[in-house]
Nanobody
Framework: VQLAESGGGLVQAGGSLTLSCVASGDPLDDYAIGWFRQAPGKEREKISCIEVSDGTTFHEDSVKGRFTISRENEQNVIDLKMTNMKREDTGVYYC?????????WGQGTQVTVSA
């Protein structure tokens, strides 16, 4: 499967942005999917995901209540809606899919939150 993110850009603190990830090559129905973020000078971290087993969503504490992950199976799209954004949300956001033990990554999209 190939993943391609879009929707990144510059946003003011308190603003909103929605990232989209389009998957091609294989339906995502049987994949665990998620979004990772790599802030400047830091390691890549998982911020949101959807479990393949039961559709349970996970959001890392720093984004809980502000970010929402969703999937549109028919269009093979994974969205990350980000609201009330903070400067510490700045980073490169990567779309991620996991099938059995194989990982798939998008190329990343830059999000910058200004004061």
């Amino acid at each position: 499967v190939q993943l391609a993110e879009s929707g990144g850009g510059l946003v003011q603190a308190g603003g909103s942005l929605t990232l989209s990830c389009v998957a091609s090559g294989d339906p995502l129905d049987d994949y665990a999917i998620g979004w990772f973020r790599q802030a400047p000078g830091k390691e890549r971290e998982k911020i949101s995901c959807i479990e393949v087993s039961d559709g349970t969503t996970f959001h890392e504490d720093s984004v809980k209540g502000r970010f929402t992950i969703s999937r549109e199976n028919e269009q093979n799209v994974i969205d990350l809606k980000m609201t009330n954004m903070k400067r510490e949300d700045t980073g490169v956001y990567y779309c991620y899919a996991l099938y059995t033990f194989t990982e798939y990554w998008g190329q990343g999209t830059q999000v910058t939150v200004s004061a």
